[in-house]
Each structure stands twice: as C-alpha cells, then as structure tokens.
C-alpha cells in the first residue's frame, strides 16, 4: 500500500498538535506501509514542500488552497490512498481522491464549527476554511478521530456524516523523548529558580488555548510560585495586546516570577523546562485532545487542565492531574469566568503547596503515557482504518 500524507506542518516547521502528530506517526507508519509526505512551506528532506504564496497577496486562506492544489498535482500515480491533516490539507486530499479515484481519509485534529474565533484571524477566509472542511468530510471514506470527545463534536458539527465511517485513533507521545531530564540549563537560562514551586505552560497564544485565563488566574496562586509562559504567535494585534496588557499586570502584582518566553524552544529545550516544573497548566476552552498534556506527563508532571474535549481521556481527575470544569465559552457570564480562574488557581494550588501529592500524580502520567498512548500501537491502528476506508471506496 502506497499512501500519500497531506499536511501543512512537517518537520523542522511545526507550531501546533497536528504537526507534532505527523511528525511522530509517519516514522511508524514507514514500517508498515509505503509512504510519502506533501506538505506547506519551504523545501525540506523527507517531504515535498508546496509554497503559500498563490495567489500573491491574497487572504491567507486562498493561498492555503493554492498549496493544495499543488500538493493534488504533486500525489504520485501508485498513491493507493491519501490522508490529510487539518482544513488546511483536507481540499488536497479531496481533490487528490477525486482525480485519482482512490480513497481518502482525514484526521479530525480541530474543526472550523468550534473555532468561530477564527474569523477574527482570517476574515472571508474563515468561512472558505469551513467550506473546504465541511466538503472533504462529506466526501471522505474515513475520518480518524483524535478522543472520542472528538467523534461526537465531529458527528454534532456535521449531522449528515455516515458514523461508521468516523473511527477514534488517539494521539500519542514519544516517551523516549519526553521524559524526566536532569540537565537544568534552558531553564537557569530564563530565569526559573529551581527551588521553587513552578507553574508551567507551553502553547500558542490564541483564543482556543485560554492562555488568558491562566495569567488571570495567575493572581490567586500562592505568592512564591512562579509562573513560566512559552508563548508565542499570536493570532491577531488585538489578540496579543490583550495578552500583553494581561500579562503586564499580573508581572507587576506578584512576588514571584512571572516569565514569559516569546520564541518558540527546541523540544529538547522544553523537554528540560517541563522536568524543572512542579506542574503543568492547560486552560484550553477547546482541545481535541491535547498532545501537550500527553508530553507533560510523560516528563512525569501532573496536569490541571480544562475538562474539555478529549482532555478527560488523557488527564485522570484525581490521579495524574485536576479537570476544572466550567470552561468560559461565548456566552460565559464575567462571573462564570472569574469562578473557573479560582478554581483553576486552586487547583494549581493544592500541588505546588504539595509536592508528594505532585510527584505521585506525575509518575502515575507517565505511566499512563507509556501503557495508553505509543505511537507504534497507533500506526497499526491507522492502517486499519486506511484498510476500512478502500474497502468502503471499492464498494461505492
């Protein structure tokens, strides 16, 4: 079986979960199966690249889908099946199924109906984006969900779908290269004290990840825990003045650090930053599941995250981390949110204010990581599906 994979992200560009999802599974999926990789962005071993820049000066989105019909063109005549990844590949591998006749299936790693944010981002391009998304899932013969929180916001946002053609593939993590390191020098790099309590968090900042939430919660932890932000790209100016003027406030506020690094870290490099934390934060208002947590806790730290989408099926409430239920959604009440902030705070509270009760939640993690969530396990389950999906192509 030949398969190409479509994909925006590939390595060494990679920003999000889905990148880090291909990264890991097409290694895995080499070993079964015969594989090849279009993706977005410049040139790179390993994978034929697809510039974004058709039409010149164009909404980001109408580039987007310049790259994809280059990426059509690019699929090799053996291709037995395409897979896409993200609105942004899903036209490409519509199109590719379409000219070749051969099957395609989707990995469902967000979905434009619960990203309304967006349009804030890209204007009439956000409603192209839903388009194409809403099109290739109609048409697919398989779509791979990444939590089963995430089959039912799949099948909720798009009714007509056959449910037997939407299976459930969880994300994984690679823990022989997330695990608990020793080597401290990335973190004395930027300022985190060692012997003290730390809150860590490691995302874009964007609406979806809730990063404000955190920083305004930020003003009911304990005085001496620090505070530790890898954040970057902001999705919008407004966007980032928000986080700024946040962000200013509560540095001003506390005690203890407040440290936000802008550029994105090599992930050897957050590798040492989370084995130097007390605990990890998530306050993510939407999260198909959430390939950060899996990597927190392979680095054996315990997780307070949003009980949101597929979260619960990685973050055991009581065991490896916290769930914060009450996540602000559009039609929050200020009330509503400032309650889910000081229960978040809280929860953060009761670790860092306990370190046993830590290191317990955070080897039962790791531990979880290793026994739920390898990616060898989750190569085979995909071409399982690729085998259900040209079974269901051949019988149209």
């Known amino acids: ?47 034929t690249a697809h ?15 310049g790259a994809d019909l280059s990426m059509t063109a690019a699929v090799p005549e053996n291709t037995d099946l395409v897979h896409s990844h993200t609105w942004y ?78 299976h459930v593939v969880r994300n994984g993590v690679d823990t022989d290269e997330f695990h608990p390191v020793t ?10 004290d060692l012997d003290a ?53 509560v540095q001003k506020s506390r005690r203890a650090p407040v440290i936000w690094i802008q550029e994105m870290l090599p992930r050897a490099s957050v590798r040492q930053v989370l084995s130097a934390a007390t605990v990890f934060a998530c306050p993510s ?31 055991v409430d009581g065991e490896t981390g916290y769930l914060v239920p009450g996540v602000p959604t559009d039609t929050s009440t200020p009330e509503e949110i400032a309650e889910f902030e000081h229960l978040f705070a809280t929860r953060l509270n009761e670790l860092t204010s306990d370190p046993q009760k830590a290191a317990q939640f955070g080897a039962a993690g790791r531990q979880r990581c290793i026994d739920k969530f390898d990616w060898a396990r989750i190569a085979e389950q995909t071409v399982d599906v690729y085998k259900a999906a040209i079974s269901r192509h051949s019988s149209r």
């Not at 510039?51 to 580039?63: I, K, S, V, Y």
């Not at 409603?127 to 099948?155: F, H, K, N, P, Q």
């Not at 304990?222 to 919008?236: F, N, S």
Request: aromatic share 6%.
């Open 1 to 47: 079986m030949h398969v190409s994979i479509l994909t925006r992200e590939y390595p060494p560009a990679i920003y999000g979960g889905a990148g880090v999802h291909v990264a890991q599974l097409v290694p895995q999926l080499r070993r079964l199966v015969d594989v090849d990789v279009q993706c977005m962005g410049d040139p790179r071993e390993g994978a």
């Open 197 to 249: 309590p730390s809150v860590v968090f490691v995302g874009r900042i964007t609406r979806q990840k809730g990063l404000i939430h955190l920083v305004r919660a930020a003003a009911d932890l304990d005085p001496d825990t620090q505070l530790i932000l890898l954040a970057g790209a902001p999705d919008t100016p407004e966007i980032a003045a928000e986080f700024h003027e946040a962000f200013e406030k």
């Open 51 to 65: 510039a974004e820049d058709f039409p010149a000066g164009a909404n980001p989105a109408l580039r987007v889908f």
């Open 89 to 166: 590949a899903n036209l490409a591998g519509l199109l590719s199924g379409v000219y070749h006749d051969i099957p395609h299936v989707i990995s469902a790693h967000s979905l434009e109906p619960d990203r309304p944010w967006k349009a804030e981002q890209l204007g009439g391009g956000y409603r192209l984006s839903s388009w194409a998304e809403r099109t290739a899932y109609d048409a697919a013969d398989a779509i791979i969900a990444v939590s089963s929180g995430m089959r039912r916001d799949v099948l909720a946002a798009y009714p007509e779908l056959d449910p037997d053609k939407v």
């Open 183 to 192: 080597e401290t020098e990335v973190p004395e790099q930027i300022g985190m």
């Open 285 to 315: 208002v939407y999260e198909p599941l959430g390939i950060v947590n899996l990597e927190a806790m392979a680095c054996a730290k315990p997780v307070v995250a949003s009980e949101v989408g597929g979260i619960p099926e990685v973050v």
